[in-house]
């Protein structure tokens, strides 16, 4: 599996092309190409093939709980045969254990889009079908199943993951048991916090690192507040086509 380990873990991608056939990486709309597509080119065998995956990573500052880290994910997937809606059953895993590094999920949507009768038919998830279950002691996962979906359903779904584990990337992968058109992944490090890069694999992957200026609001302890600007390095990885593993 093509991964970035970014110290202990790794993240990925981004690339904004299109292609003969309409794709949208803009969340929640929905192209023509999308609803009629029948078969992916790149891989006339795939029961589905995501449209696209994005990532963005940054860490932010209050004065009472210090440095936390905001990882922000978005995702797209037609599905193309009766095989290929697995897909729209989601288990997102996270860290509920030292209260201090604990994990939350926060802003989940998750929406599926039919075209029926020459109409888009727009499918929200009932919050009545998430469920939050409990994997081990330190870790647990939210699940839920994407309504009305069959072959030819685009299925669409995003949420924030806010993390105290400020010295730990949340993984991320670009390639799985489905093709890949897009995938994308950028992250902000403020200089105060170290990383090694380092890549495996095999895929064509693009990455672009640039200097950005951040501004945190810190406490001095006196009931006046101070901001302070720092360095960041802002990372950009990006895939395209990636094939399923």
Same mark, same amino acid.
């Given at each position: 599996?093509?991964?970035?380990?970014?110290?202990?873990?790794?993240?990925?991608?981004?690339?904004?092309?299109?292609?003969?056939?309409?794709?949208?990486?803009? *969340?929640?709309? $929905?192209?023509?190409?999308? =609803?009629?597509?029948?078969?992916?080119?790149?891989?006339?065998?795939?029961?589905?093939?995501?449209?696209?995956?994005?990532?963005?990573?940054?860490?932010?500052?209050?004065?009472?709980?210090?440095?936390?880290?905001?990882?922000?994910?978005?995702?797209?997937?037609?599905?193309?045969?009766?095989?290929?809606?697995?897909?729209?059953?989601?288990?997102?895993?996270?860290?509920?254990?030292?209260?201090?590094?604990?994990?939350?999920?926060?802003?989940?949507?998750?929406?599926?889009?039919?075209?029926?009768?020459?109409?888009?038919?727009?499918? %929200?998830?009932?919050?009545?079908? =998430?469920?939050?279950?409990?994997?081990?002691?330190?870790?647990?996962?939210? %699940?839920?199943? $994407?309504?009305?979906?069959?072959?030819?359903?685009? $299925?669409?779904?995003?949420?924030?993951?806010?993390?105290?584990?400020?010295?730990?990337?949340?993984?991320?992968?670009?390639?799985?048991?489905?093709?890949?058109? *897009?995938?994308?992944?950028?992250?902000?490090?403020?200089?105060?916090?170290?990383?090694?890069?380092?890549?495996?694999?095999?895929?064509?992957?693009?990455?672009?690192?640039?200097?950005?200026?951040?501004?945190?609001?810190?406490?001095?302890?006196?009931?006046?507040?101070?901001?302070?600007?720092?360095?960041?390095?802002?990372?950009?990885?990006?895939?395209?086509?990636?094939?399923?593993?």
């Amino acid at each position: 599996m093509k991964k970035i380990t970014i110290a202990l873990f790794f993240f990925f991608c981004l690339f904004t092309e299109l292609y003969a056939q309409e794709y949208s990486l803009k *969340y929640g709309k $929905i192209t023509n190409d999308e =609803l009629t597509m029948k078969v992916y080119t790149k891989d006339t065998t795939a029961a589905a093939v995501v449209l696209y995956d994005d990532g963005y990573a940054s860490y932010e500052y209050t004065p009472t709980s210090g440095f936390k880290l905001e990882m922000e994910l978005k995702k797209k997937v037609k599905i193309l045969k009766q095989e290929g809606i697995d897909e729209a059953t989601i288990s997102i895993p996270y860290y509920s254990g030292n209260s201090d590094e604990r994990e939350s999920i926060s802003g989940l949507d998750a929406v599926s889009y039919n075209m029926e009768d020459g109409k888009v038919v727009k499918t %929200k998830l009932d919050k009545k079908y =998430l469920f939050d279950e409990e994997i081990s002691n330190n870790y647990r996962q939210m %699940k839920f199943s $994407i309504p009305n979906v069959k072959a030819g359903t685009v $299925i669409e779904y995003k949420y924030k993951l806010n993390s105290g584990r400020v010295y730990s990337i949340p993984e991320w992968s670009i390639q799985s048991d489905i093709p890949v058109v *897009y995938s994308s992944f950028e992250v902000l490090i403020p200089e105060y916090f170290i990383f090694n890069i380092e890549t495996k694999g095999y895929e064509n992957i693009k990455d672009v690192e640039t200097t950005a200026n951040q501004t945190f609001t810190i406490s001095n302890g006196t009931g006046t507040d101070n901001t302070v600007t720092c360095q960041s390095r802002d990372i950009k990885f990006s895939a395209k086509e990636v094939p399923a593993l």
